[in-house]
């Protein structure tokens, strides 16, 4: 009666996209609140947990950061075929990196749980200057994705979005705390 009974839920979690946009120092950014400058790539995979308190739960994210390699792109269905969720990863000064997450969510779409809850995140936004040039509109530097149009694709295709930097971290927990508000949980 009373009693104060924490229960974890459990959150299967899969990070996927081109290599080098910064999925590893996302996940990285979000359980050890760290960012490395120059970060070795990931071969194949790598697991990484993290708990996370939510209103009344505490969550344990597993997350599988998949290496965005093309010779590892065979492997990718053993990471999602369970997972609850993806996290989509861009680059923001990288518009083929979009075109890539694009391919990814299309393949997620069709072959992983058809449940899965989709972010879309176009990081790295701490390289984005903005150029004030007296005009209406501000016109930024170093961009090659619009939000606007991030945005908008991310609505038609029904995915969550946001805009990240691993190494300011803004945006980063967002992504992983919205994602577990969207899921059914389970012990
Ligand atoms: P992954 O291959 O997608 O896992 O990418 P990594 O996490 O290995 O990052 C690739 C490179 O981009 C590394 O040199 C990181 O330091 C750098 N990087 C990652 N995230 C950011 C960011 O938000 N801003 C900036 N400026 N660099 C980043």
Request: net charge negative; glycine share 6%; with cysteine.
């Amino acid at each position: 009666l009373n009693k104060l009974v924490a229960l974890t839920h459990k959150l299967f979690l899969l990070q996927t996209g081109e290599a080098a946009v910064g999925k590893s120092s996302l996940v990285l950014r979000f359980v050890n609140d760290e960012f490395q400058e120059n970060k070795e790539p990931t071969i194949g995979a790598a697991f990484l947990t993290q708990k996370c308190r939510l209103e009344d739960k505490v969550i344990k994210f597993e997350i599988w950061d998949t290496a965005g390699q093309e010779r590892f792109h065979s492997l990718a269905p053993m990471y999602y075929r369970n997972a609850q969720a993806a996290v989509v990863v861009y680059d923001v000064t990288k518009a083929a990196s979009l075109d890539k997450a694009k391919s990814w969510v299309k393949e997620l779409q069709r072959q992983a749980n058809p449940n899965i809850v989709i972010a879309l995140a176009g990081n790295k936004i701490d390289l984005v200057q903005p150029v004030d040039d007296g005009e209406e509109d501000p016109v930024e530097s170093g961009r090659q994705v619009p939000t606007e149009e991030a945005k908008a694709y991310a609505l038609e295709a029904g995915l969550l979005f946001f805009e990240t930097s691993a190494k300011k971290g803004d945006g980063v927990r967002d992504v992983f705390t919205e994602i577990a508000k969207k899921i059914p949980l389970e012990h």
